[in-house]
């Protein structure tokens, strides 16, 4: 599996960074997690280009998260591609979508849409990847994702924008790499609901504990305004390239 970083930056004071969006190529299947950069100005940023995405994950319906996706299919279609790629999102996420899509998208470009309900966990099976969708605790309906290819028995996941959820070490036991959100600094961790429902680096790697490699995510310029004292994780950059 290859792992392809396009962006590591939270919605508000990204700094230097683009929105949150990852690329995962696993055999022949390519999936997005998360459309929230410029997907093709990206692909051709770190020089895959031709790793075009079949399915695009969307965690929820949070611009950043999202954005990206308006322009790629037309993107698409400029350079004469007609296959679109399969969304993957929660009911709620599919309904702001498809408005969106409406307004901004011609009709023949709108992509499929598989769609699972909001609060349940739910596994779909694509070729030789099993998908896991985990719900969590943000300001709207929103998953967190596990993406395991069983042909070499390898896995990662990725949390989406939550609140520290103690319960999602056990959900992740033993994914080789693990990338959760890390948006505010430790001093907000009590006002984390007032501060748009996010994570402290500090509650993201005990949320990654089990993991074995753990990559910090959705970061923004005040993520480590004070430092932590962890040594076993990364600090997610744009171009970030993984492989496992």
Do not use: W
């Not at 299947?29 to 969307?58: C, M, Q, W």
């Not at 350079?79 to 969106?100: D, F, M």
């Not at 070490?169 to 501060?195: M, N, Q, R, W």
């Amino acid at each position: 599996m290859d792992i392809f970083v396009l962006g590591s930056g939270g919605a508000v004071l990204p700094g230097h960074r683009f929105f949150t969006s990852i690329l995962v190529r696993s055999g022949d299947t390519n999936v997005l997690i998360d459309a929230g950069s410029p997907i093709f100005k990206r692909l051709y940023d770190l020089g895959i280009e031709k790793l075009l995405p079949h399915y695009v994950f969307l965690s929820h319906y949070h611009i950043d998260h999202v954005e990206g996706i308006f322009t790629y299919l037309y993107d698409l279609e400029a350079r004469g591609i007609k296959n679109t790629p399969i969304i993957l999102t929660n009911e709620s996420t599919a309904s702001k979508l498809k408005v969106a899509l409406g307004v901004f998208v011609k009709p023949s470009l709108h992509p499929e849409i598989i769609v699972f309900k909001d609060k349940s966990e739910e596994e779909i099976r694509i070729n030789h990847l099993k998908i896991r969708f985990i719900p969590v605790k943000h300001s709207v309906p929103t998953h967190g994702i596990v993406i395991k290819d069983v042909s070499v028995d390898k896995s990662i996941f990725y949390s989406s924008d939550t609140l520290y959820m103690q319960e999602l070490s056990s959900c992740i036991d033993k994914c080789d790499v693990g990338f959760h959100e890390a948006t505010i600094p430790i001093e907000l961790e009590e006002k984390a609901v007032e501060y748009g429902y996010h994570s402290s680096p500090r509650q993201a790697l005990l949320a990654l504990s089990k993991c074995k490699k753990k990559i910090l995510i959705h970061l923004t310029t005040l993520s480590f305004k004070n430092p932590i004292g962890y040594k076993d994780y990364i600090a997610a950059e744009d171009g970030l390239v993984l492989k496992i």
